[in-house]
């Protein structure tokens, strides 16, 4: 009895020990200092603990009354606490619903016009489009051209990191390169393929569903789901104009597709790392170029088959894609409005392809996330615009949720001349993808008592305003970084 008990506690003691080790390796790769630190004596004091176990076993401590108990208690206790933070506490029923369980009333149609980047990318001074919408929204004409005098919603590109910011500015502009190429109707609606036109590939949805996911994943994807389309997260008319086709401004879309194939690829850690910075947009935009090939490919690879498709990346968007993520199960919102998965946080970005290929949909997903940023607030008390609320979820247009301010948010993208990203840096579920980060995730997805005291370990081992990392030398932006 004695030696089990004992081999079971050093077992304990030795995992222990083995998980600080990883944690104290996974901060010093991560280039996290005050981490590096915490995690290095915690790794000690574990370490510690298994030394003692083997002390007090060659001292023959267990082999008495007092020992025995103290070995018993020592495991109830360690047990107790496992079971505490590691089951699965109750589920979030909203979550579940996707986001019909967030819908409180009437949701107005989302007027793609209406977006900050229609509104200051798209509207030139003078034309007959910008007269035509500032009368139907004439509260936001002082604000936009005020915004447009500081050059956009970016502003001056890579402004925070000059003089040292060219290099930066040129790698994000060259990715976006990628999404403009593909902004054309024959490449985001592509038609079969001459070998294919006119020909249909009869597919049962179970089987169609697990060549399109696998396909997308094949291509460079980390996360597909699929969904039916829910018409409230389509855009009612047409705000992003590209190649010149000043006709589609203000069309009203009508989409006839009933599924989304949706999916995320992860943005590089080391890059977003450095937000607000120029790397980070190096990031965003790299992920963006990513995103609209995935999208364009798997496009023309449903349009082979001899179904209608239409890619959604960034030059080219029919619907709202976090919604349509949460309906696939890729995910929850966050408090600060972005897509929040279980394997990388908010650190993803997105794409889709709607279809009527028939196909299956995925089921809504809870991984905690609404819990979980009750608790946190780390974003909101990072923010340098205040655009992310630090109170509950409310009704917004009909949903319940954390509504961003986005004038603000966007203010400030102009200001640093970079997408900020600072939200998605400071996450804590943002951390790399090392084994101690997974096996966090997993606990803070399953247990609300796990979500309380993590949060509270990363405000002690990152601290409660994390600050930006150095960039790789390849994307310094400033000299001795």
């Known amino acids: 009895m004695e030696t089990i008990l004992l081999f079971i506690a050093a077992a304990g003691a030795g995992m222990q020990a083995i998980i600080g080790l990883s944690f104290f390796i996974s901060c010093v790769c991560e280039k996290e200092p005050r981490a590096t630190v915490y995690s290095g004596i915690q790794f000690l004091l574990m370490l510690g603990l298994v030394m003692l176990l083997f002390y007090l076993n060659t001292i023959g401590f267990f082999e008495t009354n007092s020992g025995l108990t103290f070995l018993i208690i020592g495991l109830a206790l360690a047990g107790s606490l496992c079971f505490f933070l590691m089951r699965k506490t109750e589920s979030n029923p909203r979550a579940l619903d996707g986001t019909k369980g967030l819908i409180l009333g009437e949701v107005p149609p989302t007027d793609e016009r209406d977006t900050v980047f229609a509104r200051n990318r ?7 489009e910008y007269k035509t919408y500032y009368e139907m929204r004439p509260e936001f004409e002082n604000s936009d051209a005020a915004r447009r005098e500081k ?20 790698a994000t502009l060259a ?15 592509p038609p079969a393929h001459p070998a294919f036109k006119g020909q249909r590939v009869e597919l049962n949805p179970g089987s169609a569903s697990t060549r399109v996911k696998g396909y997308t994943l094949g291509i460079g994807a980390n996360l597909v789901g699929i969904c039916e389309i829910n018409p409230l997260w389509v855009y009612s008319h047409r705000g992003e104009v590209f190649n010149e086709n000043w006709d589609d401004w203000g069309r009203k879309l009508e989409l006839t597709h009933k599924y989304a194939v949706v999916f995320a690829t992860e943005m590089a850690f080391e890059l977003v790392g450095t937000a607000p910075h120029t790397p980070t947009t190096i990031a965003s935009m790299g992920n963006y170029a990513q995103g609209a090939f995935i999208a364009t490919q798997l496009a023309a690879f449903i349009s082979n088959l001899g179904y209608s498709a239409t890619a959604n990346h960034l030059r ?3 619907t709202l894609l976090v919604p349509l993520a949460v309906d696939a199960g890729l995910g929850e919102t966050g408090r600060l409005g972005y897509l929040m998965t279980k394997d990388y946080g908010p650190r993803v970005r997105l794409g889709a392809v709607t279809t009527d290929l028939p196909l299956v949909p995925d089921k809504p997903v809870d991984i905690g996330v609404v819990d979980f940023c009750r608790i946190c607030k780390k974003c909101a008390h990072c923010c340098p615009s205040s655009s992310i609320p630090l109170g509950d979820q409310e009704e917004a247009n009909g949903t319940f949720r954390w509504k961003l301010n986005a004038e603000t948010c966007f203010d400030y993208w102009g200001k640093v001349g970079t997408d900020c990203n600072i939200c998605m840096r400071v996450c804590p579920w943002s951390h790399a993808s090392t084994l101690p980060h997974q096996l966090i995730r997993s606990l803070i997805a399953r247990n609300r008592y796990s979500r309380q005291l993590f949060n509270l370990m990363d405000d002690i081992f990152y601290g409660t305003k994390p600050k930006p990392k150095p960039a790789p030398e390849w994307a310094r932006y400033k000299n001795g970084d």
């Open 316 to 318: 080219h968007y029919d």
């Open 122 to 128: 798209t509207l030139r001074p003078g034309s007959e």
């Open 151 to 170: 050059g956009g919603p970016l502003g001056h590109p890579g402004a925070i990191d000059r003089p040292h910011d060219r290099p930066n500015v040129a």
């Open 175 to 189: 990715s976006l390169s990628i999404p403009l190429h593909l902004s054309q109707p024959e490449k985001f609606n």
